[in-house]
């Protein structure tokens, strides 16, 4: 099976290295292509096996399954200069670009007069985060007028790079909210307690080795015990001790709302 990814920045690239380690395709299976030289060196460096280029017409003509992996407004045109040597009744098309829809990606797809017009395009809207680069992605799919094969497919594919769920269309918005971009938001709480460890008296680096290890650590947790957050909370509270104080003095500073408010903003 071949895939070809237009657009090999930071999604796009690292889609195609984590795929060229896991046992769905080999490197030479994939292609890539991007608008400068050095980003396709930078591919090249990550895999000499790669197939390379800025020829986006060639590089779609022999894929099973092509991934647009550029920025959402350059999505139409992406798909304008390729439409011509798609095959819709061969080929999945995949967009990852936040907030381009299936009912969009239709439209610039069959948006033509040829005879290919009849045959529905096979979309999946395929929202990953930026993990995907060690394989640790939380990646939402959402199918459109795909088959049950083809959607187990896609699922495989992106699970060997992550977590990967299938939801609805309508749900993708909140999706990207809560992963794609909530992974900046957990950055954000870790680059926050690595200052004030340094502030109660740390070395940054040592604060941030001592912050990330908790995260794991609180991470490990729930993902083992499968248990609530706030059930894990609790066995840390000890009545009138120290953690409850920090806790309260966090919400009373907005903490849960502010977490709350940046997703809804985010969407
Ligand atoms: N960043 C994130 O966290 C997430 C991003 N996304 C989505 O992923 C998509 C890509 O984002 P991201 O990887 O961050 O963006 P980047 O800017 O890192 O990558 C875009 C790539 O597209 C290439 N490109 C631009 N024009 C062309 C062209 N005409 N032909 C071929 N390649 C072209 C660029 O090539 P060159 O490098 O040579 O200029 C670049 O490598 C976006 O639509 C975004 O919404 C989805 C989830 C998370
Ligand atoms: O900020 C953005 O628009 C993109 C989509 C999700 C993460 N990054």
């Not at 994939?30 to 090249?44: F, G, P, Y």
């Not at 992406?78 to 819709?88: T, V």
């Not at 918005?173 to 307690?193: K, Q």
Request: include cysteine.
């Amino acid at each position: 099976m071949k895939i070809t990814i237009i657009g090999s920045g930071n999604m796009g690239g690292a889609i195609a290295k984590g795929l060229s380690q896991g046992s769905i395709f080999q490197a030479n299976d994939i292609t890539c292509t991007a608008q400068t030289d050095e980003t396709l060196e930078k591919m090249r460096h990550i895999n000499e096996a790669f197939n390379l280029t800025h020829d986006n017409i060639n590089a779609v003509r022999e894929a099973d399954i092509v991934v647009i992996a550029v920025k959402p407004w350059r999505v139409q045109s992406i798909i304008e200069e390729i439409r011509p040597a798609l095959q819709f009744d061969k080929q999945i098309i995949v967009s990852i670009a936040a907030g381009v829809t299936f009912e969009q990606l239709n439209g610039f797809l069959t948006k033509t007069t040829t005879s290919k017009a009849h045959v529905n395009p096979v979309i999946f809207r395929v929202m990953p985060n930026t993990a995907i680069e060690v394989k640790s992605s939380m990646t939402f799919i959402s199918a459109y007028n795909a088959s049950q094969e083809q959607i187990d497919l896609l699922i495989s594919i992106f699970n060997e790079l992550g977590n990967a769920i299938l939801i609805e269309e309508r749900l993708m918005e909140a999706g990207t909210a809560l992963a794609s971009s909530g992974i900046a938001f957990a950055l954000r709480y870790i680059r926050a307690a690595i200052e004030g460890g340094v502030e109660l008296g740390f070395y940054p680096k040592q604060a941030q080795e001592i912050v990330v290890h908790t995260v794991k650590g609180a991470i490990d947790l729930l993902l083992e015990n499968k248990s609530n957050p706030e059930a894990e909370i609790d066995k840390v509270t000890t009545p009138g001790g120290i953690t409850i104080k920090g806790l309260n003095e966090m919400e009373l500073s907005g903490f849960t709302s502010a977490v709350i408010r940046g997703l809804k903003a985010s969407r």
